[in-house]
């Protein structure tokens, strides 16, 4: 997808209104600070080191947190997917289990693994396991029934089948499923970071509130909106690159 100039128009617009807005009294710096605040508190920290530091701190939950409920969301999704035994045995607790709302699990996490580094990963694996989970299941079960069949008569073994047949036909659907977990990866960081955290971009925010700084915990909102804006642009063009064979519909 080629990038088109136009697209940055409404951002600009938006920008552009929310500082004129704020330059004319309109808006209150203590409620909403005008963008040209949170540039320069963000010079400011990311010159004294502060904001590098918190945001290292971020990454690093977030990567792991999305690798073990991501690699389990997989595992348990594929098994699911491919075996009758799976699927019964598998699909029913964790259907059971999405119903609930996993970040309202937070008094029940921090009974189970305390308000350190666990709880925080927990939550980030807990967000992604479940899309992950339920878009690998989707995109093996939806795939056609038929080029299975056909696969097997022209003699590919079961594992030739999965390779050639079952993961091309599950990817879209897996990719949307990443999507998904690393949006709902970020919205759980920014809960946990918030619960006794000592450092992390939700801990800035925390503190920040405590000393009035609306600009700072803006800030926060919007390094935690660009890192998921970026991670979502790169799944994206992993997307496109991997399923290049796909042809979808193209906006006029």
């Not at 697209?7 to 203590?30: F, H, K, N, Y």
């Not at 035994?85 to 009974?111: K, T």
């Not at 000393?211 to 700072?216: D, L, V």
């Amino acid at each position: 997808m080629r990038f088109r100039p136009r697209r940055l128009i409404t951002p600009i617009v938006l920008l552009a209104g929310w500082e004129g807005t704020a330059q004319a009294g309109l808006l209150s710096p203590d409620k909403l600070p005008p963008p040209s605040e949170i540039a320069a508190a963000a010079w400011r920290l990311s010159l004294d080191g502060s904001l590098g530091l918190h945001l290292l701190e971020s990454l690093e939950r977030a990567a792991l947190g999305l690798l073990i409920g991501g690699s389990l969301g997989l595992v348990l999704g594929a098994v699911a997917g491919l075996l009758r035994l799976g699927d019964d045995l598998v699909d029913p607790p964790v259907q059971a289990a999405r119903m609930l709302p996993h970040l309202g699990l937070v008094p029940l996490l921090i009974i189970w693994v305390g308000i350190g580094e666990s709880l925080k990963v927990s939550l980030v694996a807990l967000g992604a396991f479940f899309p992950i989970y339920l878009n690998t299941y989707a995109g093996i079960r939806d795939i056609d029934e038929r080029l299975v069949e056909a696969a097997r008569t022209c003699g590919l073994t079961q594992l030739e089948r999965i390779r050639h047949v079952v993961l091309p036909g599950a990817m879209p659907s897996l990719f949307l499923g990443l999507r998904l977990a690393f949006a709902a990866g970020w919205l759980s960081l920014v809960v946990g970071e918030q619960v006794n955290g000592q450092s992390g971009l939700g801990f800035m925010m925390m503190e920040a509130r405590d000393f009035s700084q609306t600009e700072i915990v803006v800030l926060g909102l919007v390094v935690y909106a660009t890192l998921g804006l970026l991670s979502d642009l790169a799944l994206r063009t992993a997307e496109r690159r991997t399923l290049s064979w796909r042809r979808g519909l193209q906006a006029s």
